[in-house]
């Protein structure tokens, strides 16, 4: 089983460049999550969609895009990358909302 | 709002020693918890949930943890420590319970380190 597949593993960016991260899942779940992780800080959600065709803003949204583009894929879009940016991403996935949530690997960005 | 608190960012324990990791959450209606365990350069796995059905709930790889009301916590334990639980632990609260939208709150995460 896949279960939630995020690509890129690793990616170098130029300040000011755009990028999309990738991600789908294969558990048929309605709800998608972005996440951000940082040293000493826990797991920031950054977006997420709770069914197909929905998206909201989590805590840390600014500088950030969505697009849940049918029920398996849920991507995040950065327009002009900022050193402020460089993080560790995890996507998950739940069956609904409040429910537990499967994640991805992560996604390791570092913008310079 | 809901929140967690995890307290210690570090914990070291000897190999065979009782692991403790200790969360407390504020929440206005129950709440469903969960803890999480993080490998190095890994994503997050699901080690157990409380979803109200009983107060004492077992996971993977032996954890274990009680959710107390009345002193709003819900302490992640296990018995024997292995060198293979060496990762960073992290406890979470759902978000907005029985509302119309809502996620997973997480604390800020403990790392266990065991020492031979």
């Known amino acids: 089983n896949a279960g939630v597949t995020q690509t890129p593993k690793f990616q170098v960016l130029k300040t000011g460049q755009s990028m999309t991260l990738q991600c789908a899942q294969d558990?048929?779940?309605?709800?998608m999550y972005w996440y951000r992780q940082d040293p000493g800080m826990g797991l920031r959600l950054i977006y997420y969609s709770a069914s197909e065709g929905t998206t909201d803003k989590g805590e840390v949204p600014n500088g950030y895009n969505v697009s849940r583009l049918n029920k398996r894929e849920f991507s995040l879009r950065l327009e002009s990358a900022a050193p402020s940016q460089t993080s560790v991403y995890f996507c998950?996935?739940?069956?609904?909302?409040?429910?537990?949530?499967?994640f991805g690997q992560g996604t390791r960005l570092t913008v310079v | 709002a809901q929140s967690v608190t995890q307290l210690g960012s570090h914990v070291s324990v000897s190999e065979g020693a009782l692991v403790l990791l200790r969360c407390n959450y504020s929440?206005?209606?129950?709440?469903?918890l969960f803890w999480y365990v993080q490998y190095p350069n890994q994503g997050l796995q699901l080690l157990l949930k409380?979803?109200?059905?009983?107060?004492l709930v077992k996971g993977i790889n032996g954890f274990e943890a009680e959710f107390k009301k009345s002193e709003t916590s819900f302490h992640l334990t296990k018995p024997s420590a292995h060198m293979s639980d060496a990762a960073e632990y992290f406890c979470a609260v759902s978000g907005r319970y029985g509302g119309s939208q809502g996620n997973l709150i997480f604390g800020k995460g403990t790392k266990l380190s065991v020492k031979p």
């Open positions: 409380y979803t109200s059905a009983a107060t």
């Open positions: 558990m048929n779940h309605n709800s």
């Open positions: 998950a996935s739940s069956v609904s909302e409040n429910t537990e949530a499967f």
């Open positions: 929440s206005s209606v129950p709440p469903y």
